[in-house]
């Protein structure tokens, strides 16, 4: 389980990106993080992940068995080193971390990553930096998958390929968190959506439940409506 207690995250000055955030979830669950542009999904993540300081609260981890949390993490744009080859990195990777080792050679397929060995991280497109990224997340098992925007620079067959990575860790029992701007993504996959807005939790609810809420069968049209009367509610 997970319990983010009044996490609040600021970069300094008067502007707060998270704001007295609280949730929790169990295991085998795949929660999505939405919002605008700004919202504070990039810093809740990071949050979570012990990546930036809070200033206030709290994230508590918490294993059935009492082991620690083991997790990976697709951010939003992989920074890696550019200046060496793939084949180096992915070496690299493997020395930091074991790869159950068919998995590893299954995903290096599937992402056709061997016709990059050779070349220098720096010439790689945005998209195929994203797929060592996928190579390095999903080539060992975690409880815990945290993916910032996930298919943003993906073609369709990747993106097929990494939702249907999303369902699979779901159904092993992990926990899985992303975030997104695509709500059909988020409709496919998510059990459970978290809507932020100004780094405040707006909405924290199943789609499923949402759109009969909202008497709608679009997640699209349900939050739009939901959204330009939050909106005039500000005007
Ligand atoms: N490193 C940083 N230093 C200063 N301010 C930051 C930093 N990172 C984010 N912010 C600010 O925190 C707020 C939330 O940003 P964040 O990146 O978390 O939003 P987001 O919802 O992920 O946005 P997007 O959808 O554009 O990726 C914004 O006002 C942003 O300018």
């Known amino acids: 389980m997970i319990e983010v207690k009044n996490l609040t995250i600021s970069y300094g000055g008067n502007s707060v990106a998270v704001k007295d955030v609280n949730f929790q979830t169990e295991s085998g669950k795949i929660?999505?993080?939405?919002?605008?542009?700004?919202?504070?999904?990039?810093?809740?993540i990071k949050g979570i992940l012990g990546l930036v300081q809070p200033v206030a609260g709290q994230i508590l981890f918490q294993n059935k068995n009492g082991e620690p949390y083991t997790i990976g993490y697709m951010p939003q744009t992989p920074r890696f080193p550019t200046n060496i080859k793939v084949?180096?990195?992915?070496?690299?990777?493997?020395?930091?971390?074991?790869?159950?080792?068919?998995?590893?050679?299954?995903?290096?397929?599937?992402?056709?990553?061997?016709?990059?060995?050779?070349?220098?991280?720096?010439?790689?497109s945005g998209g195929t930096k994203q797929k060592i990224s996928i190579l390095q997340c999903f080539s060992s098992k975690k409880n815990l998958y945290v993916i910032d925007e996930p298919t943003a620079s993906l073609d369709p067959y990747i993106s097929h390929l990494l939702k249907s990575l999303l369902a699979e860790k779901k159904k092993e029992g992990s926990l899985v968190i992303f975030s997104t701007h695509i709500l059909k993504e988020l409709q496919e996959l998510a059990d459970r959506f978290l809507l932020l807005s100004e780094g405040s939790i707006l909405i924290d609810d199943s789609p499923e439940n949402f759109l009969r809420k909202n008497n709608k069968t679009d997640l699209d049209q349900a939050l739009m409506n939901f959204w330009n009367e939050e909106y005039k509610t500000k005007q």
Do not use: C, Y
């Open 31 to 44: 929660i999505s993080i939405i919002g605008p542009n700004g919202s504070g999904k990039s810093s809740l």
């Open 87 to 124: 084949a180096e990195l992915i070496s690299f990777f493997k020395k930091l971390e074991p790869v159950e080792e068919e998995r590893f050679q299954n995903l290096l397929s599937i992402l056709e990553l061997h016709n990059h060995m050779d070349k220098k991280i720096g010439s790689l």
